[in-house]
């Protein structure tokens, strides 16, 4: 069995519903009725039965519950829920209250179908939710640290890629599978936030991907063998980092700054890197800031033929996730099953 079929198959255990927030999106209701029909999840989609036969006409959505917020009999404690979460809060562009009443709340969430579906999350009414298909990863996890808000002890939301080998695997990651860190949220994270990144990204590799991780922080440089002092100071930042996973999480295989070719080739490991248990054996990727692992992640998925997974979020009191707008339907039904697990 595949990676992707044994991770449905142990999300179709958990019994999760899962709200998704894009019954606008042809992808996403196709998804729906998909996850549905192969029991990987209850979903709960957020949309019309006529906007969903327009966009994906065809589509059997049999067992998928449709909730409009403009009819729900759920909007009005949504309304007062989101009212009650925000009270206080100052719009920075305005510099009135962000909503004045219910009233106001409850306008917002009738336009904003994925502040609605944090919503429904924060409420219990559902395990999970997934959204950012046709959205920005901004729009989508808004409403995720304005209502949701972080777990308990953590301070960095942070994200992480689930990326699956292709057919024929890879000499490098035997396990066939791999994480890379943070690809999608932190733009320039500082020492102390690469730190939670790696511990974090080495938990979901654990629990989701089901891995044993060997997390390597990624540079330019190996082991001290370049400098950017004059510049950006990274390589001292990636040090750091290191350091102070290290000091959070003492039994996690950690190590670095490495350059890529040094966490993940034996050979090359052994030049650069010679005394260090991670270097040549990585499995969990932590790129110094979101230019390197957007792009590292990119041309792995378009060039080296790797299914990337997510991004899966971390962090979240409640299991939140957000798709890339390039995702394709199988993307959708993989982040559903991934956010059934965190659930």
Same mark, same amino acid.
């Given at each position: 069995?595949?990676?992707? #079929? =044994?991770?449905?198959? !142990?999300?179709?255990? /958990?019994?999760?519903?899962?709200?998704?927030?894009?019954? @606008?999106?042809? +992808? *996403?209701?196709?998804? #729906? =009725?998909?996850?549905? !029909?192969?029991?990987? /999840?209850?979903?709960?989609?957020?949309?019309?039965?006529? @906007?969903?036969? +327009? *966009?994906?006409?065809?589509?059997?959505?049999?067992?998928?519950?449709?909730?409009?917020?403009?009819?729900?009999?759920?909007?009005?404690?949504?309304?007062?829920?989101?009212?009650?979460?925000?009270?206080?809060?100052?719009?920075?562009?305005?510099?009135?209250?962000?909503?004045?009443?219910?009233?106001?709340?409850?306008?917002?969430?009738?336009?904003?179908?994925?502040?609605?579906?944090?919503?429904?999350?924060?409420?219990?009414?559902?395990?999970?939710?997934?959204?950012?298909?046709?959205?920005?990863?901004?729009?989508?996890?808004?409403?995720?640290?304005?209502?949701?808000?972080?777990?308990?002890?953590?301070?960095?939301?942070?994200?992480?890629?689930?990326?699956?080998?292709?057919?024929?695997?890879?000499?490098?990651?035997?396990?066939?599978?791999?994480?890379?860190?943070?690809?999608?949220?932190?733009?320039?994270?500082?020492?102390?936030?690469?730190?939670?990144?790696?511990?974090?990204?080495?938990?979901?590799?654990?629990?989701?991907?089901?891995?044993?991780?060997?997390?390597?922080?990624?540079?330019?440089?190996?082991?001290?063998?370049?400098?950017?002092?004059?510049?950006?100071?990274?390589?001292?930042?990636?040090?750091?980092?290191?350091?102070?996973?290290?000091?959070?999480?003492?039994?996690?295989?950690?190590?670095?700054?490495?350059?890529?070719?040094?966490?993940?080739?034996?050979?090359?490991?052994?030049?650069?890197?010679?005394?260090?248990?991670?270097?040549?054996?990585?499995?969990?990727?932590?790129?110094?800031?979101?230019?390197?692992?957007?792009?590292?992640?990119?041309?792995?998925?378009?060039?080296?033929?790797?299914?990337?997974?997510?991004?899966?979020?971390?962090?979240?009191?409640?299991?939140?996730?957000?798709?890339?707008?390039?995702?394709?339907?199988?993307?959708?039904?993989?982040?559903?099953?991934?956010?059934?697990?965190?659930?």
């Amino acid at each position: 069995m595949d990676f992707v #079929a =044994a991770l449905k198959e !142990k999300a179709k255990k /958990a019994g999760k519903t899962i709200v998704l927030c894009e019954g @606008e999106d042809k +992808r *996403v209701v196709e998804a #729906a =009725a998909k996850i549905v !029909k192969e029991g990987i /999840a209850k979903i709960i989609l957020i949309g019309t039965k006529e @906007e969903c036969s +327009r *966009v994906a006409p065809g589509v059997d959505l049999s067992g998928v519950e449709l909730v409009d917020p403009a009819s729900s009999d759920r909007t009005d404690a949504y309304a007062e829920l989101l009212y009650k979460a925000r009270e206080g809060k100052i719009n920075k562009k305005t510099g009135a209250p962000e909503y004045a009443d219910v009233a106001s709340a409850k306008s917002y969430i009738l336009k904003d179908r994925t502040m609605f579906g944090a919503l429904m999350l924060k409420a219990g009414d559902a395990d999970g939710f997934v959204s950012g298909a046709c959205h920005s990863t901004a729009n989508t996890l808004r409403p995720g640290l304005q209502v949701i808000k972080t777990a308990p002890g953590i301070k960095t939301v942070s994200s992480s890629f689930i990326m699956v080998a292709p057919e024929g695997g890879n000499k490098y990651i035997p396990e066939g599978v791999a994480l890379f860190a943070d690809c999608a949220i932190n733009i320039e994270p500082t020492a102390e936030e690469l730190s939670d990144i790696a511990i974090a990204a080495a938990d979901t590799a654990q629990k989701i991907a089901g891995i044993s991780p060997k997390v390597a922080l990624l540079s330019f440089s190996t082991k001290g063998s370049g400098n950017d002092d004059k510049y950006l100071k990274s390589v001292p930042k990636v040090q750091e980092a290191v350091k102070i996973a290290r000091e959070k999480a003492p039994d996690l295989e950690l190590d670095g700054e490495f350059q890529f070719d040094a966490a993940v080739a034996p050979e090359v490991s052994t030049i650069k890197a010679p005394d260090s248990k991670v270097a040549g054996h990585a499995n969990v990727f932590v790129f110094p800031n979101i230019n390197a692992g957007n792009i590292g992640y990119k041309i792995a998925q378009r060039m080296g033929g790797w299914m990337a997974i997510g991004p899966v979020c971390q962090g979240f009191a409640k299991p939140l996730n957000d798709l890339s707008r390039g995702c394709n339907v199988d993307d959708i039904v993989a982040t559903v099953a991934v956010t059934a697990l965190q659930a």
